[in-house]
């Protein structure tokens, strides 16, 4: 199935503009509230150090792109459109918007960290609007999106639950499944919760919204781009916001200006890396150009060292959602497949996953037969309940 990363936000924030620069898409963009209605979906890369250098080993890299010696893992991307109060009761794009997220593994959010929108995504004096309350705000949308799910027919199943002794967490996991969230989730929010599955007929309406917010925290968990950190009364709100979040992640990002250079980059007038922020002179500029390249540089690049749309989705991928990378092969000694390619895949995986488990994100097949794994590093035989690590290579021996 792969990752999916939604983009969500209030409207005007910037959240197609952040996707068109992660994956070098070309969805409307507009200064007005609502451009975007049906979702935009691209592709972005995270990157990781390739093992193709630690192991030696010249690569030929196939369901990822190795560029020296980096690689890069394709991840999908939604950009949906943008949400505004109430819209769990269907104000502004309302539940469209919810179900176009509920494949989603992670959200990232794009605030208009200069907070000149108000919650409408409308224009006002710029610095007025604290972003802080676009992210209370957020996250309480999408736990009522959860709640109201969870509630659609709640009494009469608790009942029938105690009389019949079911189980709710099974219960609570069916009603989820399309939202992509687990029973583990659905158990570590009951347990976060303080609730008791023994007790669910007699949960109140607090003790529902209590689960649904860990529900969302760990199910459907955000990282927050602090975007168009451009802008005169950016900085203040950034530095007072990321003190705010402790358990958040918050990035500066400046998606506009990433466009902006790698424009310039398309007419081969800077050299431009978007995930260093390297950016230099190549070719003629008007003074207008280099008037807003050495204004770029030193207000953002000098500030931030990039414009923090890729580091967004690396974080969002390696440091929130803890997934990390592992190569599968058929040749232990060579690192290759069966056609000897070098290292030709790489996967995303969560902590805990078994090798059989692993073996089923390549091939049901494979997961179907499994007889044991290969730790191909070492050459040494795993067995089946095998939890893998960042960076193993492993070989899956199953019956043909
Ligand atoms: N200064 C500045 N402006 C930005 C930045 N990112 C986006 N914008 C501008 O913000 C406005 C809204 O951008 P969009 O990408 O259309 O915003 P959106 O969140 O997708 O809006 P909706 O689709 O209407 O919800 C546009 O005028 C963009 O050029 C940024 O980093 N800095
Ligand atoms: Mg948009």
Known sequence: ?????????????????FLNALCATDAKTGNYPFTTIEPNQGVGFVTTPCLCNELGVKCNARNSEC????????????????????????????????????????????????????EDGEDVEPGTHDPMKDVLFLENEIAQWILGILKKDWIRATRKIKSERGNIVDYITDKL???????????QAISAADLSTSTSAEWSD???????????????????????????????????????????????????????????????????????????????????EEEIIKKIQKEILNE????????TLNKAIFDVLNLFPVYPVADVTHFSDKDGLILPDVFLVKKG???????????????????????????RKISEKHELKSNDVVKIVAAA
Request: include cysteine; proline fraction near 4%.
């Open 353 to 379: 996953t078994t090798i059989k488990e692993f073996a089923g994100m390549i091939h049901q097949d494979f997961m179907k037969n499994f007889i044991y794994g290969i730790d191909a590093r070492v050459n």
């Open 1 to 17: 199935m792969g990752i999916l990363v939604g983009i969500v936000g209030k409207p005007s924030s910037g959240k197609t503009t």
């Open 67 to 118: 560029i020296d010696q980096i690689r890069k893992i394709p991840v999908k991307v939604i950009d949906v459109a943008g949400l505004v109060p109430g819209a769990y009761e269907g104000r502004g794009m309302g539940n469209q918007f919810l179900s176009d997220l509920a494949q989603a593994d992670i959200l990232i959010h794009v605030v208009d960290i200069s907070g000149s929108l108000n």
């Open 304 to 311: 931030y060292k990039t414009t923090g749309v890729f580091e």
């Open 177 to 187: 499944t399309g939202l992509k969230i687990t029973r583990s989730a659905v158990l």
């Open 206 to 288: 607090q003790d529902l919204l209590h689960l649904s917010c860990q529900i969302r925290k760990i199910g459907k968990p955000i990282i927050i781009a602090a975007n168009k950190v451009d802008r005169p009364t950016s900085k203040a709100n950034y530095e007072k916001l990321t003190a705010e979040m402790r358990d958040t992640i918050v990035v500066p990002t400046a998606a506009l200006i990433d466009i902006v250079l790698e424009g310039l980059k398309k007419q081969k007038k800077v050299e431009y890396f978007s995930e260093s922020g390297r950016l230099s002179v190549a070719g003629d500029l008007s003074p207008k």
